[in-house]
């Protein structure tokens, strides 16, 4: 394996420059630094991580620990924040917890012990009390669900928000049978979603039936499941609003299995503009939520904490607004 001695010995300068310079150190100068890491590509050399942190040098690595990578949620910011650290030199490492929060743990304790630049989480709905004690021996930041317990600082979308527009629309254009399908209110983005719906539904001036299927919000199969029990009362609901993207993806594959004829049998508002949405019988009628940006927006706040030093203590709350893109699967009831 090449060593630092081996590149000091190439350019005929000591061990210690050749440390400073591939660590970056401002008592090198730019010309030695360039020098330096020329030669120490074309030798071949790879940095020791862990001897680099032994001898107090820090680590570029972050860790981001989400529930599910499938959700395109989490595939997304996961592309987002990658681009972003490494424009300063950062490089993203991934953990995927399941919503199982001893599994979270582990996450944490592995990368608290190779002592990480920082950690951006999605958190679970009950995070264990180590979790957090661990957690304050590291940079760290929420995003899309905020735990009490985990810290004062978050980045999300208003899910309650998103949610009450949704239902609104629904009741605007003449819905008063209407089932809410999300996830469980042990979860925070669940708890403010159905809020939102429940707000919304409470503005009426009619007497509106609602009808709540919360679940697991990574389950595509809940979905469809929740779909199937309710279109098996007698009396069922005209129209669906979902509050989570992987519930929105089984409940219209359950509807096309169905095959029924929507809006026309049922209206439907999904949650998240998937590619194939627009597309999808009518074009889905869904809310929209700027995921990318999001994340972009916490990669670059929490780089200049890194960067400088800054206070990861003091409670910050930066939350983006969803938007209800309205297209062909919501339309007033065929009996209205």
Known sequence: MVTIKD???????????????????????????????????QVGYVANQAARMMRGVESNLVGLIVPDIRNSFYSTIAHALSRCLLSANYQLTLCETDDDRLLELRHIK???????????LVPSAKPLPDSARFLKMTPHIQLLRKQQLLG?????????????????????????RIAYIGGTEALP???????????????????IDTYEELGAPSSPEFGR?????????????????????????????EIQDQALSVPR??????????????WWGPGLTTVQLPVSQLATACGL?????????????TPYSFISPPQLIVRGSTAAPSNH
């Open 225 to 253: 499941e929740a779909v199937r029990r309710l279109l098996s009362l007698k009396e069922r609901p005209t129209a669906l609003v979902i509050g989570a993207v992987q519930n929105t993806s089984g409940v219209i594959d």
């Open 189 to 207: 983005t669940g708890a403010a979603r159905v809020q939102g719906f429940r707000e919304a539904v409470k503005t009426s001036s009619h007497q």
């Open 265 to 278: 049998d049922i209206s439907v508002v999904g949650f998240g503009d998937e590619l194939g949405y627009r």
């Open 110 to 120: 592995e990368l608290t012990s190779v002592n990480v630049a920082g950690i951006i």
């Open 7 to 41: 590149i000091a010995a190439i350019l005929q300068v000591s061990p210690s420059t050749v440390g400073r310079a591939l660590a970056d150190d401002r008592r090198i100068s730019a010309e030695m630094k360039r020098k330096v890491n020329e030669a120490a590509t």
């Open 301 to 313: 706040w929490f780089l200049h904490h890194l960067q400088n030093k800054g206070d990861l203590d």
């Open 152 to 176: 004062e600082q978050w980045f999300g979308i208003d899910d309650r928000r998103a949610l009450y527009e949704s239902t609104m629309h629904i009741l605007s254009v003449g819905h008063r």
